[in-house]
């Protein structure tokens, strides 16, 4: 709000350059029967008032500007940590069978379809831009707009990588975004997340590929992992044992994945040293077997 002074200031100013008000100007001539002098005096006194009014209201509109502000912005906030809690109270099965319904829903060509949306390109927007309240907010609305891609190819999570927004990439992974689809260069957002060196995503889709690896290993209705270049995931075959020089590595089960050609098996082992697969696979699954 204006102080006195200035607004005081501001009416010197305009009977020195005889730029009145001449609304008031008329009523304060009014009032005082055409006497000019008094005149003056009035007009001071009236144009104060509405100056004076009129700055109370813009100082109480702006107040109510900032306070709604600040209401939208915690409303959105706890939007934001709506969508983290819902991912983070699944359970592992919950969140292997959602991501496997999105991906359901990727060859089905419904994300395609649903790519070409305005949607879709708003949350590829704050995506760029890092917003994860927006981000959170579109996925409340729709889930499945995390998997939509742009005309390169590129999924969320390959925009959240190559912009280096880490926290968000880890937050679209957590909502079930693709990290082995990739786009029309053959880069997955896995390899971008690699290249950017982005550990905490790269983390959550360690913990994903864990869960995966656990449910599938027990039965229940998960599908198997797959992604470029990379052989279906079966069921493991064990070692009678492995000769490796010390005692603690005898008995040690290999792990192998199918390749589709007849009996033949590739070591996850080597998978993972030829970057195919994380080592939060094969960690997971020497664990599971103790």
């Known amino acids: 709000m204006l102080s006195d002074d200035v607004l005081y200031e501001q009416i010197g100013v305009e009977l020195e350059s005889n730029n009145v008000d001449k609304a008031v100007w008329t009523r304060a001539f009014a009032m005082c029967n055409g006497d000019e002098q008094t005149t003056k005096v009035n007009y001071i006194n009236l144009r104060f008032q509405k ?13 109510r500007k900032s306070d709604q502000q600040r209401k939208d912005n915690l409303i959105k906030e706890k939007e934001t940590q709506r969508l983290a809690l ?16 999105i991906k359901q829903k990727i060859d089905s060509g419904e994300v395609e379809s ?10 590829q927007s704050s995506v760029r831009r890092g917003n994860k309240q927006e981000f959170s907010d579109f996925i409340l609305e729709n889930p499945l707009l995390v998997a939509v ?53 790269l983390e959550a889709l360690g913990e994903i590929d864990k869960i995966r690896i656990e449910y599938f290993l027990k ?24 000769s490796t020089g010390t005692d603690d590595k005898l008995n040690e089960p290999i792990w192998v994945f199918p390749t589709g050609h007849g009996d033949l098996v590739t070591p996850v082992e080597d998978l993972v040293k030829e970057g195919k697969v994380e080592k939060s696979v094969l960690d997971a699954l020497h664990q599971i077997a103790k």
């Open 86 to 101: 819902m991912v983070s109270s699944k359970s592992g099965l919950e969140k292997i069978l959602a991501i496997d319904r």
């Open 149 to 201: 891609f742009n005309d390169y190819g590129d999924t969320l999570l390959h925009i959240a990588a190559n912009e280096k927004h880490h926290s968000l990439a880890k937050l679209i992974i957590q909502a079930g975004g693709m990290a082995d689809q990739t786009n029309d260069l053959g880069l997955s957002a896995r390899q971008t997340l690699k290249k950017q060196k982005m550990n905490d995503a």
């Open 51 to 63: 100056l004076k009014a009129e700055s109370i209201e813009h100082s109480e509109s702006e107040k």
């Open 114 to 123: 649903l790519s070409q949306t305005p949607k879709a390109i708003q949350i």
């Open 219 to 242: 039965g229940e209705n998960v599908k198997p992992l797959q992604g470029p270049n990379l052989p279906v995931f079966g069921v493991p075959i064990y070692s009678t044992g492995r």
